[in-house]
C-alpha cells in the first residue's frame, strides 16, 4: 500500500515502515455503494405502480354523468352568486373581467330565453289556436340571441377603436352583468301587466330599450379613456344597436303580436 505522508510503498499496518506516520487506511478503501433494502425497493416499486395506475385511470376514464352534474352544480353555483351580487349593487359590473364571462354569458341567454317564454305566451293568449312552436318560440330565441351576439361584438370593435384594452370576454362579463336588472325589470313588468297594472308596460319598454342604448354606454364608458371624445363613437354605436334592436327584438315582439292578432279578425 501507499503512505499518504511520504507517498512511499510500504507494508500494511498501522504505521508507515518508512516514515512512522499513522496510516489511513479508510482513504485507499474503496467505498461500496450502499444497495437499498428489499423494503425501500419495494415502496418504491408500488409507489411507481401506484403512479401509473392512476395515470392510466385518468387518461382512460370517461367523462362520467356525475362529473357533468358536478360541473353544472358549480357553474351554477357560480351563476348564482354572480346574479345576486349584482342585482344588489349594478355598478359592479365594471369590475368584470373574463373570468366571469360564463355567468355573463348564462345571463344573456338566460334573457333571451325568458323574452321567448313571454312571447310565446302572449300570442296564445292573443290567438284562437296555439301558433307554431318553430314560429312563436324558436325562431324569436335565435333573433334574440342574434342580437345580443351583434351587440357583444359591435361593443368590443367600437371599444377596440377607441383604445380599451377589454378584451371579447371581459366584454361578454359586462354586458351580462348590466342585462341582469333590466331582464327582472322586463319579467316583473309582464307580471304586473298581466294583473291589470298597465302603466307597467313603460317599464317593460325601458328594459327593451336598455340592451340598445344603455348598456352598451355603461361598457365603453367604463373601459376608454376619458380624455377620448366619445360623442361620435357613442353616436355610431347607438345607430348600430337601433337598427339591431328593431329587426331583431322590437319587431319580433310588436311583428309578431300584431299579425297574430290581425290573423285572429282575417286581416293577415
Not at 4 to 17: R, Y
Not at 83 to 106: D, M, V
Not at 212 to 232: G, N, Q, T
Amino acid at each position: 500500500m501507499i503512505c499518504p505522508s511520504c507517498h512511499q510503498e510500504t507494508e500494511e499496518g498501522k504505521f508507515c515502515t518508512k516514515c512512522g506516520q499513522p496510516l489511513n487506511q479508510q482513504e485507499n478503501t474503496p467505498i461500496e455503494p450502499v444497495e437499498p433494502t428489499s423494503q425501500e425497493q419495494a415502496a418504491s416499486t408500488a409507489e411507481t405502480a401506484n403512479q401509473s395506475q392512476q395515470e392510466e385511470q385518468s387518461e382512460s376514464t370517461p367523462y362520467t354523468v356525475s362529473d357533468l352534474g358536478a360541473t353544472v352544480k358549480e357553474l351554477s353555483g357560480g351563476f348564482g352568486h354572480f346574479a345576486l351580487a349584482h342585482l344588489k349593487s349594478p355598478g359592479k359590473a365594471r369590475n368584470l373581467t373574463e373570468r366571469n364571462w360564463i355567468s355573463g354569458a348564462i345571463s344573456i341567454v338566460l334573457t333571451a330565453l325568458l323574452y321567448s317564454i313571454l312571447l310565446y305566451i302572449t300570442l296564445n293568449q292573443f290567438s284562437l289556436v296555439s301558433p307554431p312552436f318553430m314560429d312563436s318560440f324558436l325562431v324569436p330565441f335565435l333573433k334574440f340571441l342574434l342580437f345580443f351576439a351583434g351587440s357583444i361584438i359591435v361593443i368590443f370593435g367600437a371599444g377596440r377603436i377607441l383604445g380599451s384594452q377589454d378584451n371579447f370576454f371581459d366584454t361578454t362579463a359586462k354586458t351580462g352583468g348590466y342585462l341582469l336588472p333590466y331582464t327582472v325589470f322586463f319579467v316583473v313588468g309582464y307580471l304586473l301587466v298581466a294583473i291589470g297594472l298597465d302603466f307597467m308596460v313603460y317599464v317593460m319598454l325601458l328594459a327593451i330599450l336598455a340592451p340598445m342604448l344603455f348598456i352598451p354606454a355603461y361598457v365603453l364608458m367604463d373601459s376608454i379613456s376619458r380624455e377620448i371624445d366619445k360623442i361620435y363613437a357613442l353616436t355610431a354605436v347607438f345607430l348600430i344597436h337601433l337598427i339591431l334592436g328593431y329587426y331583431l327584438l322590437l319587431e319580433t315582439f310588436m311583428g309578431s303580436i300584431f299579425a297574430n292578432v290581425l290573423n285572429n279578425f282575417g286581416f293577415w
